[in-house]
């Protein structure tokens, strides 16, 4: 009977603890929140406007609303798209009220592609309406698609493609720094709104694009084929070498790169020699984590990491106290601890920084967006710490009550046995 009502003591503790669990963070003056749980059809990127954030559906061509951590189950837009492999609703980045959506286009929901196109919407508090075509790019292969969108420091938005296939396909062009081909749109960062010139070439794909808020210069991350994932300062004219070269590149590649116009190769300022599936880039400028102003966080897909990356001196590269990152490759069998920051995230698409300093982080498997907030934020954050102390009330009030059970079960007991 005790083991019956033991069992039955521990299902619901059970239960909360897997309610509650959350990702791992190494730094112990950080806590992990599950700030809006429960989003449906795969969440790729999220944009703040005022304390409103917008989130996308990757497959239901939906754009919810989360209002004071309240996720909306209304959507405020909702669009025909396609949704296979790379495509869906992708990349979203919001300029005062005007708002700008990447994403895969159907005349039907779940029909065939018509393109992968930028519209942008007028955000009036609780809708996207006025939708305006801004830019349609090329649709060859439902991979390599990107999709994510920044805004610089002088306001022209970017936004990052990948070669669409083209290289794979042994289709590529100038942009791929094939010798021939016309460019076509594919392996670029291009400026949307104002529109202007190809930014950079030789992206295969990425996921991740960002600004340094201190010197204004443009980061991506960029997946390779089955080696040579990388995180890249991107210049103007930059050509990141792909479909030549993942990762740093030898003196062979380096003679094969055909030079297109002016547009200037350099190695990666950090490359997976194993794919790691690097997604969001961000920079921490919040006075809520001073220790983090020097610092480049990056979520993988693959492993569900979160690094965080030194930045030097200028800004233009990282510093490592690990002689086997010195290199700036993580090769296999490397330990990568010094720039483990978290674990158990998921496949990460984004992060950013909200509009109160906190760290915010969409999982596309886990429907989740988590939040990193200081742990002396905790005195502060009712809905946190009643779920922590009702976590750790209920084992409390389970081990009495058992304790008092047993107590008056082995009373009884004894009163059977003299009787």
């Known amino acids: 009977m005790l083991k019956i009502y033991l069992v039955f003591l521990l299902i619901p503790l059970l239960l909360i603890s897997s309610a509650y669990a959350v990702p791992y963070i190494k730094d112990n003056d950080l806590v992990v929140q599950k700030y809006v749980k429960d989003i449906c059809c795969s969440p790729t990127t999220m944009a703040f406007i005022g304390n409103d954030i917008l989130v996308l559906e990757k497959s239901s061509g939906e754009v919810h609303l989360i209002r004071n951590g309240t996720f909306q189950g209304t959507p405020v837009l909702k669009e025909n798209i396609t949704?296979?492999?790379?495509?869906?609703?992708?990349?979203?980045?919001?300029?005062?009220?005007?708002?700008?959506?990447?994403?895969?286009?159907?005349?039907?929901?779940?029909?065939?592609?018509?393109?992968?196109?930028?519209?942008?919407?007028?955000?009036?508090?609780?809708?996207?309406?006025?939708?305006?075509?801004?830019?349609?790019?090329?649709?060859?292969?439902v991979y390599h698609i990107g999709g994510i969108m920044v805004t610089d420091l002088n306001g022209t938005t970017y936004l990052v493609v990948g070669?669409?296939?083209r290289a794979e396909e042994n289709k590529a062009g100038v942009l791929e720094n094939n010798a021939t081909g016309a460019p076509d749109d594919t392996g670029v960062i291009i400026p949307i709104a104002p529109p202007g010139p190809y930014y950079a070439i030789g992206v295969r794909n990425s996921f991740?694009?960002?600004?340094?808020?201190?010197?204004?210069?443009?980061?991506?991350?960029?997946?390779g084929p089955d080696y040579g994932d990388e995180i890249n300062i991107v210049p103007p004219n930059f050509n990141s070498g792909w479909g030549i070269v993942a990762g740093p590149a030898n003196s062979t590649q380096l003679a094969s790169i055909p030079h297109y116009k002016n547009y200037v190769y350099h190695d990666p300022q950090f490359t997976w020699e194993k794919p790691a599936a690097p997604t969001a880039i961000s920079f921490v400028d919040s006075d809520k984590f001073e220790n983090y102003k020097n610092s480049v966080l990056?979520?993988?897909?693959?492993?569900?990491?979160?690094?965080?990356?030194?930045?030097?001196?200028?800004?233009?590269?990282?510093?490592?106290?690990?002689?086997?990152?010195?290199?700036?490759v993580a090769n296999i069998g490397d330990s990568m601890d010094e720039i483990l920051l978290g674990s158990g995230f998921g496949?990460?698409?984004?992060?950013?920084?909200?509009?109160?300093?906190?760290?915010?982080?969409?999982?596309?498997?886990?429907?989740?967006?988590?939040?990193?907030?200081?742990?002396?934020?905790m005195n502060s954050d009712p809905v946190f710490n009643s779920a922590w102390y009702l976590l750790f009330l209920i084992p409390i009030i389970g081990t009495i009550v058992f304790l008092s059970y047993r107590k008056k079960f082995k009373k009884s007991h004894a009163l059977d046995n003299i009787q």
């Open 83 to 141: 949704s296979d492999d790379d495509q869906g609703m992708l990349g979203i980045d919001a300029v005062g009220k005007k708002v700008y959506l990447y994403f895969t286009e159907s005349s039907s929901n779940g029909g065939p592609a018509l393109a992968n196109r930028v519209y942008s919407y007028d955000w009036d508090g609780e809708k996207l309406a006025n939708k305006t075509l801004v830019k349609e790019m090329p649709h060859f292969e």
């Open 163 to 165: 070669d669409n296939g």
């Open 208 to 223: 991740g694009l960002a600004v340094d808020p201190i010197t204004g210069k443009l980061w991506d991350t960029e997946n």
């Open 298 to 328: 990056v979520g993988d897909c693959n492993n569900g990491n979160l690094y965080k990356f030194e930045l030097n001196q200028n800004r233009d590269g990282f510093v490592f106290q690990s002689d086997q990152l010195q290199d700036n």
């Open 347 to 377: 496949c990460m698409t984004d992060i950013k920084i909200g509009p109160d300093g906190l760290i915010y982080i969409v999982s596309l498997s886990d429907g989740i967006i988590y939040r990193i907030i200081p742990k002396g934020m």
